[in-house]
């Protein structure tokens, strides 16, 4: 087994060992991090617009 | 969510709503691990279904709470929360039959595994097939159950292509 291959492994060992945590909790940690994925979204988008205005070719 | 659960217990005490119970991930969240989710959604059975405006008293009341709009849901504490009509006898029944767990100290009403997992089969993006494999996966509901349950709700033939793609060898 590769290196990444064991620390994907772990991570997911991991993150499912979170599923035994009380739901309160859950719903704790989702909120904390609920406006940092609202952030990476809204980062990403720009991404998915055209690089080159459109009607110029792109080099 | 604490003050989310007072909040929805006021609106049916108070008769705005008939009925409510989380769905979406805030409700999956008891099953699995943590997930992701921008808000946390709740179906309402209302009195008045059949209006264009049939939230319209659900948001004048939690107006008078100091429970402002924020885009399209109701920004309660730390959560955006959307209300969602009822919008099929699956999400009916959902309703119907949701347990009352204990939030805290407050109780609140969330839909079961096994309809969550069925309302996620019927609505199918991807992220729906991911909550239902999360929910398969935690032990929370079995295929049968959901195979079950997606009969009754003509969603057999969405069932037997989910587990085909995702479930069989």
């Known amino acids: 087994m590769t290196d990444v291959e064991e620390l994907l492994k772990r991570q997911s060992r991991w993150q499912k060992s979170r599923a035994s945590l009380s739901w309160p909790a859950k719903i704790r940690i989702a909120a904390e991090t609920r406006e940092d994925v609202a952030m990476f979204r809204r980062l990403g988008k720009p991404l998915q617009r055209p690089v080159t205005p459109p009607g110029r070719p792109r080099v | ?169």
């Open chain 2, 1 to 169: 969510m604490r003050d989310v659960a007072v909040l929805l217990n006021d609106l049916k005490s108070s008769g705005i709503v008939l009925d409510y119970a989380l769905f979406g991930a805030a409700a999956q969240m008891r099953y699995t691990e943590p997930v992701a989710t921008p808000d946390a959604e709740v179906l309402v059975v209302v009195p008045s279904p059949g209006r264009l405006d049939m939230l319209a008293p659900v948001y004048a009341f939690c107006a008078t709470r100091g429970f402002v709009p924020e885009g399209e849901s109701i920004r309660v504490g730390a959560w955006p929360v959307q209300f969602v009509p009822v919008f099929s006898p699956l999400t009916e029944a959902a309703v119907r039959d949701a347990e009352t767990a204990d939030f805290e100290g407050v109780p609140l009403r969330v839909v079961r595994a096994d309809y969550l997992a069925v309302i996620a089969l019927s609505v199918a993006r991807g992220k729906d097939f991911a909550r239902v494999l999360a929910l398969l996966e935690s032990g929370s509901v079995t295929r049968d159950e959901i195979g079950r349950l997606a009969a009754a709700h003509a969603l057999a033939e969405a069932w037997v292509r989910f587990e085909s793609r995702f479930l069989d060898d």
